[in-house]
């Protein structure tokens, strides 16, 4: 079912409207037959999308509304979330960064709405990766990550004017007897601290600086 204009052709072409056989709408523009350019599709299941397309598939600006009440706005390329853009979850947490065939990957900030957390960082394959930092709400810290957990050296930096330098240690929870073949393993990160220091404040105020000798 189909309004709209067409070419001397006899294809969809220029301002339409449409209505799929599986109950699916979608307004916007066509080109030679296929939905090109802008357009808002609508789902039978609730969801839409409002955005650009070429030859029937989301590509370059747009955005997509979930049933279940989450939203992406960003880049798309042949019907993925593929470039940048913010996606917002169902339950109030957001990831603005970079994405790659439909999943967070590249440089990211996760938002959690429940704490107020945020995680500035690496991505891959939709897992927290690389270098990062978990800022939270009167301390943050700064390492490396590796399938959403800390890894390694780093350093919690803290509001009150210090710093806790240590490392995350991967301790394996141990198997039981009988499953030695294919022992299920626990990867719990530890964090061991090494040592604090305070932050360094330069104050213009001392011509004189005491001499480290003395």
Known sequence: EYDGERNPEGERHGRGKARLPNGDTYDGEYDQGFRNGQGTYRFKNGARYIGEYLQNKKHGQGTFFYPDGSK???DWVNDQRHGYGEYTYANGDTY???WFNHIRHG??????KDTGSKYVGGWVNGKQKGEAELIHLNHRFKGKFLNGNPIGRGKYVFDIGCEQHGEYVQSEQDQEEGEEEEPALLVVPTWKASKITKFTLWTPHEENPPSPRK
């Open 96 to 98: 603005t960064g970079q």
């Open 107 to 112: 440089q990211g900030t996760y938002v959690y």
């Open 72 to 74: 992406y706005t960003g």
